[in-house]
């Protein structure tokens, strides 16, 4: 029960860890930007911050997934899908192409954050559409 409650902890931290690394990487797309690209200064902190929050939560999520024995509520699928739209917002809002517009990168950072407040709703209600 103590190693499930940790792992709680450190999904938890995660989460909170990975709200702040998109809104402070976020402001890199209003602040500073040197054309249709981010702002390049903090670049690789807000980076390995993102990353980390996000393998965090993907370690951690698969880890409570084992030791619950796989046996999950329906809208913990929903969970998953969005957090892979998550990822792919993000990706899309920073990937170093300079073809795609600043309008299309605030566009998938506001997508990214959508589905970060739709996960956070589906933790906190816990919905029941059986």
């Given amino acids: 029960m103590e190693t499930q409650l940790l792992m709680n902890a450190l999904h938890l931290s995660g989460a909170a860890l990975a709200c702040f690394a998109v809104l402070s990487r ?6 500073g930007v040197q054309g249709n690209l981010p ?16 393998t965090l939560l993907a370690a951690t999520g698969i880890a409570l997934l084992v030791m619950k024995n796989f046996d999950v509520q329906p809208w ?3 969970k998953i899908i969005l957090f ?6 993000l990706s899309k809002a ?3 192409e300079d073809s795609i517009a600043l309008n299309q990168r605030r566009a998938g950072l506001f997508l990214a954050a959508v589905a970060l407040s739709a996960i956070f709703g589906l933790v906190l209600i816990q919905p029941n559409f059986g």
């Fill in 26 to 31: 976020g402001l890199t797309l209003f602040k």
């Fill in 39 to 54: 702002n390049p200064a903090g670049r690789k902190i807000f980076v390995a911050l993102q990353h980390l929050s996000m």
């Fill in 76 to 78: 913990f699928y929903a």
């Fill in 84 to 89: 892979l739209a998550l990822l792919s917002a």
């Fill in 94 to 96: 920073y990937r170093k």
